[in-house]
């Protein structure tokens, strides 16, 4: 979001091009509205937020959005329009047409009935506006042809007008006792039933004021006409203009305007984009979105009860958390990169900036590089790292490995001193009259008044080495303390030693920079957060049970004597006793900030330079309101049935819902609904609710009086709210007269079961006993006789595995004998070669007849005399003394045909891998080839298009070139992926992660590409934050994979995404209302290549891979992924991902 305004009045600086931002929100929490075009917005007293649309009314608590009722809707036949009453009552009416009221917005809406006397003429605008509150209300509705007016409780009147003279009413205010009335024509007053035009004083306005509003927070009243706002002491006085010449120069259907205040700051908008004038600037603010949303004005604007600024335009809504930040590089071209390094202050309002790449000054009149190396952009070898001026006419900075550099400021020079040793530098300190320079080996000491040549000459390396008793250390920064000694700050080590050395010159500690509060106490910037050195002894620093555990890189007291530490996270801002967090949720450019680049300018402003450019923190900026969130009780529901009175539930209806409502809309600080059940339990959270119902499953009998409060992550906490009381009755069971009856009814009982179990014990149970077994004997019997008949597998009956007693029809089959034939032979006749006999089934019978009943199977090809068959032996010994021998039961199964299409099948499988590694390697081959001259193509295209910003026609021809070559790269990263996962070389790497703000991060920039689209991307975690271990990188590219396919086929309505747990499983869906699948389709749609609209008549871009990659990647993590889908209505996907 751009704000036109040159940063003169921000810090001395004029930077052409420059694009300053403030951080908004194009998604406010719990607004999901149909339409883009808002047209008006209020705020109820209960802290939900009204839209007036294109497509009607509709109202958010900050968890949903509602419309209003369709019996309501239905009854206006126009444009539907809203306002707030004094009395906080909304007012719904046609915006045009025949004249329409009604009142309500708390449950019932009660329609007024306007008189019989109303013109039949046709309004193009209507307008309704209301002074007053309780009794003294009075209410105007103006339709160009009629004023209608009437006072609370009283008569309504009527006064037909002409529109020359008037024109249309715009606004309608009391002060002093005195009404007035704001028309396009003038200012008018109305006394018994009678307009009177009243005359301004003071300067001449160009055109009569649309509004006159006074602000109780300076005293001043504002008079917002076309193209001007002015002010004065007193109304109609009109003495100086606060702004002119801010309306946008075209034509507009209708004047969209408004005036409203925050403190003392001033919000007002004519056919024009929002701006703010405040006492505390010299020029008004422009917040402008046309950049943005393309809106080249806005509808309307509010500031709410929590400090949140709303912006409703015709391409859609936006909320401000704070001004306090004002932003700059996102889409800058006066920037030598996005990446600010660094930050150095030359004085009388001029800057350095450093980057990877070189150094820039910024000056009141231009912008000038006055270095940049050859090295790629982006390349850090000579990263600017930190800037320090010596007070003497030079800006020393440490540059990596281009060593110490120079710049002399009369003359603009700059100059390097390159390292000794191999050594980067990582920081200069000027200090006094001494350079301190620090590498990751060394610390030089270099005197100011000594020639350069010397610069690397003094080195305190033996001193660090003395302390530290090692040589494995990485310097980073080198200061100087009050008490003379020199502060080191080095890298930690895993198994770090003392966390402090220190003896009478030096001092060292871990981190990245230190800050030395008072002569006892040092605040110390570490990997592990901020800690304070005291009394010899490092500890976390903590404020108010507050401390800071994020990465600590820079360290800052400004004049104000605030604390600044800068993080990965963004800064700390320490300063009253309170710590406050500032990121890019609520404005700041980025998170992540950069050592070197936190500093205060000359008019006490803090410049924090991060990755993504910088953010100028205006301490005069009034801070949002920081309010607490609302919440109400509405009732319980027991069976669907509203309770709103004190009641008893018999204990069969114990499961209750508790209606409520949660209002808030600050999206920097998670919502949290606080409950408990009396006010002796403790509290329970629900975290982000997602909707207004609590349930109360089985609660235990017992009396209860449901407590409510809302607030942001446990503070700023609301007021308590409660139930009405209620109570659980004890159930049946529990209750004296039941449990005695139960007693005596169970003595009863066991007396008589005692008797006649006692009676019939003896002959019943031995009846049964030999009625069993004689029953499994027979059974047994006759299932083995049906088994050794009809069994198509060999089976004899041998003594010691040499005599046959008997054998099965199949065995005679076999080896072609007679059963009685066999009955009389030994087993060694049976094969040609004796030799096989001792070899294998004499030893193999002493096998089974030690292994008892456990049996023995091996295969082996058997040379029986009518020759060698590929056979399965088992055997098992079923009777030990049978005839004073063992008796063994031998299974033979002819396996010839399994064995012969096992080896077919071995080769088939040969001939197929080897024929998959060739296509993978081809594959790999030839994709990497294309992508290198690829990679240069879009490279030179981005080139040409930054170097022809003037030239529309040659950038819209190379847009098509960039779209098409990256189209093309996307399909080859797409082959690439599947061949690596076809010839195994995609590894599964595994490491814990919060789930729900891992899934947060991959989805952000995808919500963008549905925004684009028109589409509405809703994610919803079923589950509070929760911790698993999983493969990043392969669940962002099925979560891209799924996503992106529901974007690109869904040309209306939305994607819901939902994340749930169950046991030890991710539970992911993506739903879409899209294009769908057919049945037949879906049977192949996770196979390569494939996609169901096909040659001429295809209607989507894409390779078919997406899907069959995402398959693959769920089989490496054993999971599971479906698919169901109707064509022309949709599909969902649904994932069950192990959290192992």
């Known amino acids: 979001m751009r704000i036109v305004a040159t940063i003169f009045f921000c810090f001395g600086l004029a930077i052409s091009g420059y694009t300053q931002n403030f951080k908004y929100d194009p998604q406010p929490k719990g607004v999901e509205l149909p339409v883009q075009n808002v047209i008006q917005i209020e705020q109820d007293t209960l802290g939900r937020m009204w839209f007036s649309t294109s497509l009607g009314i509709f109202y958010s608590d900050g968890i949903e959005t509602y419309p209003l009722p369709d019996t309501i809707q239905e009854e206006f036949n126009n444009q539907i329009a809203i306002h707030r009453g004094g009395d906080g009552h909304m007012w719904i009416y046609n915006a045009s047409g025949q004249p329409k009221l009604a009142k309500g917005g708390y449950g019932n809406w009660e329609f007024i009935d306007l008189g019989t006397n109303i013109s039949d003429k046709l309004s193009n605008k209507i307008t309704f506006q209301t002074i007053g509150k309780g009794n003294n209300k009075k209410y105007f509705l103006d339709t160009g042809y009629q004023l209608i007016f009437w006072e609370e409780n009283g008569p309504i009147g009527q006064l037909d007008r002409d529109m020359e003279v008037f024109g249309m009413m715009t606004s309608a205010n009391s002060y002093d006792g005195v009404d007035y009335l704001e028309f396009t024509k003038g200012v008018f007053l109305l006394n018994d039933g009678r307009m009177e035009k009243a005359q301004l004083s003071g300067i001449p306005l160009p055109t009569p004021p649309l509004m006159m509003k006074k602000n109780e927070a300076d005293g001043n009243y504002y008079f917002l006409g076309k193209d001007y706002l002015a002010k004065g002491k007193e109304p109609l006085v009109p003495t100086e203009f606060v702004a002119k010449d801010f309306s946008k120069d075209q034509f507009f259907v209708q004047d969209s305007y408004d005036l409203f205040f925050h403190q003392k700051s001033v919000f007002y908008h004519f056919n024009s984009q929002l701006f703010k004038a405040s006492e505390k600037f010299s020029f008004p603010l422009m917040i402008d979105l046309e950049d943005e949303l393309r809106a080249y004005s806005i509808n309307s604007a509010l500031m709410d009860r929590e400090g949140i600024l709303w912006v409703g335009t015709s391409r859609g809504l936006v909320n401000f958390n704070s001004l306090v930040f004002q932003n700059y590089g996102l889409g800058q071209t006066s920037l030598m990169s996005e990446e600010i390094t660094a930050i150095g202050n030359i004085g009388n309002g001029e800057y350095l900036f450093g980057f990877n790449n070189g150094v820039q000054k910024y000056s009141r ?167 304070v050195l005291t009394d010899q002894k490092v500890k976390p620093f903590e404020l108010n049970g507050k401390t800071i555990t994020r990465p600590v890189f820079g360290l800052l007291k400004d004049s104000k004597k605030r604390l600044w530490v800068g993080s990965d996270d963004g800064v700390f801002l320490i300063d009253d006793n309170e710590i406050l967090h500032f990121n890019e949720r609520n404005g700041l450019v980025g998170n992540e900030t950069n050592r070197g680049a936190l500093l205060e300018t000359g008019s006490g402003r803090i410049m924090i330079g991060t990755l993504k450019g910088f953010s100028l923190f205006f301490s005069e900026e009034d801070f949002p309101d920081q309010g607490s969130p609302n919440v109400y ?125 006692n009676q019939f014990k003896t002959v019943g149970v031995l009846q049964t006993a030999f009625a069993k077994e004689s029953k499994e004997k027979e059974i047994a019997e006759v299932q083995f006789k049906n088994v050794w008949s009809s069994s198509k597998d060999g089976l004899i009956l041998t003594l010691d595995g040499e005599k046959i007693v008997t054998a099965n029809p199949s065995f005679a089959n076999l080896v072609k004998k007679d059963i009685s034939e066999l009955e009389k032979s030994n087993v060694v006749d049976l094969f040609s070669d004796r030799s096989y006999f001792d070899k294998y089934v004499n030893s193999f019978a002493r096998k089974v007849i030690k292994k008892s009943s456990a049996g023995l199977t091996f295969e082996n090809s058997v040379p029986w005399k009518t020759g060698s068959v590929e056979m399965e032996v088992y055997s098992v010994l079923i009777q030990e003394d049978f005839q004073g021998r ?113 899934l947060k991060s991959v989805i952000a920039p995808l919500k963008n590409l549905a925004l684009k689209k028109g589409l509405k991307l809703h994610t919803e975690f079923l589950q509070e934050s929760f911790k698993g271990n999983i493969d990043k990188r392969f669940l962002e590219m099925i979560i891209n994979n799924l996503v992106s396919n529901a974007i690109k086929y869904t040309d209306q309505g939305g994607i819901n995404v939902a994340v749930d747990k169950k046991k030890n499983n991710l539970l992911i869906s993506v739903e879409d209302s899209g294009v769908g699948m057919s049945e037949e389709f879906l049977n192949k749609a996770f196979q390569p290549f494939e996609q169901e609209s096909t040659g001429n008549d295809r209607l989507y871009e894409g390779t078919g891979l997406g899907l069959n990659i995402t398959k693959s990647l769920m089989a490496l993590l054993n999971g599971e992924i479906h698919i169901q889908s109707v064509k022309n209505s949709g599909t969902l996907v649904t994932l069950e991902i192990p959290l192992t």
Not at 669 to 693: A, F, Q
Not at 892 to 920: G, H, L, P, V, W
Not at 929 to 950: K, S, V, Y
Request: aromatic share 10%.
């Open 365 to 531: 009149l231009s912008v000038e590089t006055i270095f940049r190396d050859s090295n790629p952009e982006g390349n850090p070898t000579d990263r600017i790292v930190n800037f320090s001026n010596d007070g003497k006419g030079n800006v020393w900075f440490s540059s990596n490995w281009a060593g110490v550099g120079r710049y002399a400021i009369g003359t603009g020079k700059v100059e390097f001193f390159e390292p000794i040793n191999e050594d980067n530098i990582s920081s200069v300190v000027a200090e006094n009259d001494t350079l301190i320079i620090t590498g990751p080996q060394h610390v030089y000491i270099y005197p100011l008044n000594e020639p350069s040549s010397k610069i690397y000459s003094n080195d305190l390396r033996s001193e660090v080495l003395e302390l530290l008793g090692h040589d494995y250390f990485y310097l980073r920064k080198t200061g100087k303390l009050s008490d003379g000694r020199y502060m080191v700050m080095k890298a930690s080590r895993l198994a770090s030693e003392k966390p402090v050395h220190f003896n009478e010159k030096l001092m060292i500690a871990d981190g990245f920079d230190f800050l030395e509060v008072s002569p006892d106490s040092i605040l110390l910037g570490s990997q592990k957060g901020l800690y």
């Open 633 to 757: 009780y509405q009732h319980l529901i027991s069976d669907n049935e509203v309770i709103l009175e004190e009641k008893e539930f018999p204990s069969t209806q114990n499961t209750l819902e508790v209606k409520y409502n949660a209002i808030g809309f600050n999206q920097a600080r998670e919502l949290w609904v606080h409950y408990k059940l009396s006010s002796e339990d403790n509290w329970k959270v629900i975290k982000d609710p997602k909707t207004t119902t609590i349930f109360l499953p089985n609660l235990p009998y017992g009396d209860y009086q449901i407590e409510l409060m809302a607030s942001y992550e446990g503070e700023q906490s609301s007021e308590i709210v409660k139930s009405q009381k209620f109570s659980i009755s004890k159930p049946i069971y529990l209750k004296l007269w039941f449990i005695i009856l139960c007693v005596i009814l169970l003595i009863a009982l066991g007396i008589l079961i005692n008797t006649f179990y």
């Open 886 to 998: 063992n008796l063994i039961l031998s299974v033979f199964r002819d396996i010839s045909s399994k064995k012969a299409i096992e080896q077919k099948m071995r080769d088939a499988k040969e001939k197929a891998e080897q024929a998959n590694r060739y296509k993978t390697s081809m594959l790999s081959n030839i994709s990497h080839e294309i992508r290198t001259p690829l990679n240069g193509i879009l490279g030179g295209t981005e080139h040409i298009m930054m170097m022809n910003q003037d030239n529309p026609i040659l950038l819209s021809q190379l847009d098509i070139i960039q779209q098409s070559g990256e189209r093309l790269l996307s399909t080859i990263n797409s082959i690439l992926d599947m061949a690596k996962i076809e010839a195994n070389k995609m590894q599964v790497v595994y490491s814990e992660a919060d789930i729900n703000e891992f």
